[in-house]
């Protein structure tokens, strides 16, 4: 084992402030020694970004996501802020101040997929953050609390992500990483997948939650209470 990736993701992880994450980032790597490398990845929304934090992100080379669905009008009906306010100008104010201190640092947008949008707006949305990479997640759902389906058709959401596909093969932001393409083509072509919730590959991955109990992934959290928990820590 050469290198190892440690993502602080789940909830907000910038609630946790620059000082404890910084303290995160030194147990991590006293534990790695020289033994192997440490990269060092964070999820957020952005709401919650300070100098400190850029800081520490700049210092410690930290690669960062934002969570973002596209404009305010696709963001604010999945993430309005726990008084029910538009979280989006802080957000896009987050981007712009991780865009100015850490640069390239700043690597990709996740958003996920509302099906009632039109897909090529959502997708030039998050294409004018200039952000090299964008990744397209399905809302968790199952059995017994389906996906929304406006118009009844069990292809509703392969025909959104088409919408975008063939305008991304065609040119329109074709310089952005799509990892949701990449991997279905990787494996079309014979070679590995990339995402460890569409492939019979084995999981390379392991989630530690805030208790230090290991989980499986979490995408199987949707499929029954607890489902995830694999009863180590």
Known sequence: LKEVFITFHGGERTMAGAKRLEEYVEVFLAEARDDFSVVFTMQTNATLITDELCDFIKRRNVLVSVSVDGSKEHNDPHRRDHRGRSSHARTAGGIAQLRAAVGPQLTG???????????????DALAAYGIPAVEFLLPHHNWERPPVRPRHDAHDYGSWYLEIF???VAGRHGHLHIRFFTHILSQLSGRK????????????????????????????????????HLGLS
Do not use: H, R
Not at 109 to 123: G, K, Q, R, Y
């Open 109 to 123: 947008l996740l958003a996920v997929v509302d099906i009632n949008t039109e897909p090529l707006d959502v997708f």
């Open 166 to 168: 063939k305008a991304w």
């Open 193 to 228: 997948g990339v995402y460890e919730a569409m492939t019979l590959e084995p999981v390379s991955l392991v989630t530690v939650n805030t208790a230090g109990d290991y989980e499986a992934g979490g995408c199987l959290k949707s499929t029954g209470s607890g489902a995830q």
